[in-house]
């Protein structure tokens, strides 16, 4: 007898239907109907932050940050990685997704597939044993460790959509840390997004993106392909950043050889993002 499961159905769907999420953006951006019903099924009461790359708040110079005296910040800063260590420190229950169900949809080329998201929150409880494991404390900070060294973005926050595919009951009872490469993000829809639904996906609370065209070279780098959500363009020969897109994943200053973009962070940033994800989830209940 073969035992198909909800979990089953649901990666069969999310595979063949993966592509085709730039379409269901733009319906949704041009029919209000379509948008108001799919917000309610997937995204209602979503709250996610983006979190840039530690190594590009590394990278910032004390030149860099004296010129910008609005924003307060020291060489000490807790780094926004710290965000996820704490999270999951408090947490009850870890599970870890043996594959990124975004990067097998769109057989990633450029990034591994076995770097899956990381579940925190009693809905974790109802995850199929066939999607990945449970894991403790040490295990979960290791696994974002690898996905971090693999260059992958850490995005945290509630995410309903992840309740529903995941069929893990209420979206307050789980929390969603997505490990995302650039290329086959789902948030990679986000500007064919209408902003009722795009909104929700913002930058880490306290960070702030910073361009300096005396320094930009007009190489390209940082607009070929190393934005997910296509914030940057190159133009006249300098790059152009369009701040209401821009998520701050810190992709472009990383990977900016002369230094003309940097990724600037208050140093409250760390305190201020882990107060709004406690409003979301409690990670702790029982």
Not at 46 to 75: G, H
Not at 76 to 97: A, C, G, Q, T, W
Not at 132 to 153: D, M, Q, W, Y
């Amino acid at each position: 007898m073969i035992n198909i499961t909800f979990s089953d159905i649901s990666v069969k769907f999310i595979k063949l239907t993966f592509k085709s999420r730039f379409l269901m953006a733009k319906a949704c951006r041009k029919v209000p109907l379509i948008s108001n019903i799919v917000d309610k099924l997937l995204f209602e009461g979503d709250d996610i932050q983006v979190l840039p790359r530690d190594v590009t708040i590394k990278n910032l110079s004390v030149k860099d940050i004296q010129i910008n005296k609005d924003i307060p910040f020291t060489p000490n800063v807790v780094l926004p990685s710290e965000v996820l260590r704490d999270v999951i420190k408090r947490s009850n229950y870890h599970f870890v997704m043996d594959f990124c169900i975004c990067r097998v949809a769109s057989d990633c080329k450029d990034y591994p597939h076995e770097l899956g998201c990381l579940f925190l929150g009693k809905g974790t409880q109802k995850i199929s044993s066939k999607l990945g494991r449970v894991v403790s404390t040490n295990e979960a900070i290791e696994h974002i460790e690898k996905c971090n060294e693999a260059g992958l973005v850490h995005i945290i926050g509630r995410n309903k959509i992840d309740s529903v595919w995941l069929n893990t009951g209420p979206k307050e009872d789980l929390l969603s840390i997505c490990n995302c490469c650039p290329c086959c993000c789902l948030w990679k829809m986000t500007p064919n997004l209408p902003e009722s639904i795009s909104n929700s996906l913002t930058p880490m609370m306290g960070v702030k993106i910073s361009f300096n065209p005396k320094v930009c070279i007009g190489c390209g780098k940082c607009a070929s392909g190393s934005c997910f959500v296509n914030a940057i363009v190159l133009k006249d020969g300098k790059a152009v950043i369009n701040e209401k897109n821009c998520r701050v994943c810190g992709r472009c200053a990383e990977i900016c050889e002369n230094g003309a973009i940097t990724v600037q962070m208050t140093s409250d940033a760390v305190v201020r993002s882990i107060d709004r994800i406690e409003h979301l989830v409690d990670v702790k209940s029982e």
